[in-house]
Every structure is written in C-alpha cells, then in structure tokens.
C-alpha cells in the first residue's frame, strides 16, 4: 500500500532505534532482532519474486551497517538478522550473492544438509503441530519430550536458533505447559499471540 513500506514501517525505526543506541536496539541486547519478511502472493511466479527479492536486497543493503550479513560464506551478526520466507523458496537467490542481508528460513529437516549451511538457514522455523501432537492440557508423553529435545540439542550443535510458532489455542495453562517444555528443551524463540501471558 502507498506509504506502508517494509523501509518507513520497519528498517527506518529500527535503524534510528540502533543508531541511538550504539548500534544495538537495547542496551542489553547480546543476540540479533530477529526480522522475518514473509512474501506472499496468489503465485508461485518466479520473476516476481525475483523482482521482490531485488526490491528488499536493496532496501536492506541501505541499512547494512545495522543487519546481519553473510559474506563469502560467512556470517557476521550484527542487531538485526533479517530471514525470507514465504510460497516459495528463495534459497537459490540468496545463496548466489555473494554479499548478502537476508537469510532462509528453515526446518529440522535442514539439520546437516549441505545445501542449507548456517550461513544460509541460520534459524530453524517450524510450527508446533509439524510434528507434535501434545496440546499442554495432559503431561506431555515421553516420547515428544525426547523428539524436542533431540531436534533442539541437533540444531544447536549444527549452529542454528530454533523458533517454535503455531502453538495451540488451548487455555493461557494449557499453552504454559508447552511455553514451559520449549522453554527446558533450550528453543530459542517461541512465537505467540499471547504476548502478556508468554512475556510473564
């Protein structure tokens, strides 16, 4: 829409949020804002998100000094680690610059693949019922226990965070039950509408 733009709404005050700051967003931060940029659109049109994907690489290297990069293969974090995701896959794209300010969002099945390295799939994204059935309102079962616990510990040692949205729509007690296992399984992010209730 004219006007609601990715650089007015979203790097410009993040930017001038940093620049304040000396380059962090708070004065604690010790990890980067994670930004994911979502692109979505009635096709899978390959131009067109090429041409989209020009438009954000542009906007993005504007506001370089305040993003994570990648460069020849190497991450350099910096306060904001921007990630692409949306209908299609922009790997292809992104692995091909040789200078870079986004990054693929990815899944457990990336953990070990060549064709997804850290420096390219640096945080893993998946919702919560991809693969586990608990819904909080009973113990979780030992089974699913052991799996998050093993995908998160995999993850970590080949170099990734893990973000977990698309939690259930239980009760603010059922929803504490999973905010809790994610929270002893070491998942980095947890996304939810329940901000106040996830915040305390």
Not at 30 to 47: H, I, Y
């Amino acid at each position: 829409q004219p006007g609601r733009t990715l650089r007015r709404l979203v790097l410009a005050p993040l930017f001038t949020r940093a620049k304040a700051r000396g380059g962090k967003l708070r004065k604690d931060q010790r990890v980067p804002f994670r930004l994911v940029v979502e692109f979505v659109g009635p096709s899978r049109d390959a131009e067109a998100l090429l041409r989209a994907y020009r438009m954000l690489d542009q906007q993005l290297r504007d506001h370089g000094p305040l993003l994570s990069r990648c460069e020849d293969g190497r991450l350099v974090p910096g306060a904001v680690t921007v990630a692409v995701a949306g209908i299609v896959d922009a790997r292809e794209l992104l692995a091909a610059q040789r200078t870079r300010y986004a990054f693929a969002d990815g899944t457990f099945d990336d953990i070990g693949s060549r064709s997804a390295p850290p420096a390219l799939v640096p945080m893993i994204s998946e919702p919560w019922s991809r693969r586990f059935g608990w819904d909080g309102c009973e113990p979780i079962p030992a089974e699913e226990r052991h799996l998050l616990h093993a995908l998160v510990r995999a993850a970590h040692e080949d170099g990734r965070t893990v973000r977990i949205c698309g939690l259930t729509a239980g009760s603010r007690s059922a929803r504490r039950a999973i905010w809790t296992e994610l929270g002893a399984a070491g998942v980095d992010v947890i996304a939810d509408h329940d901000l106040r209730g996830l915040a305390q």
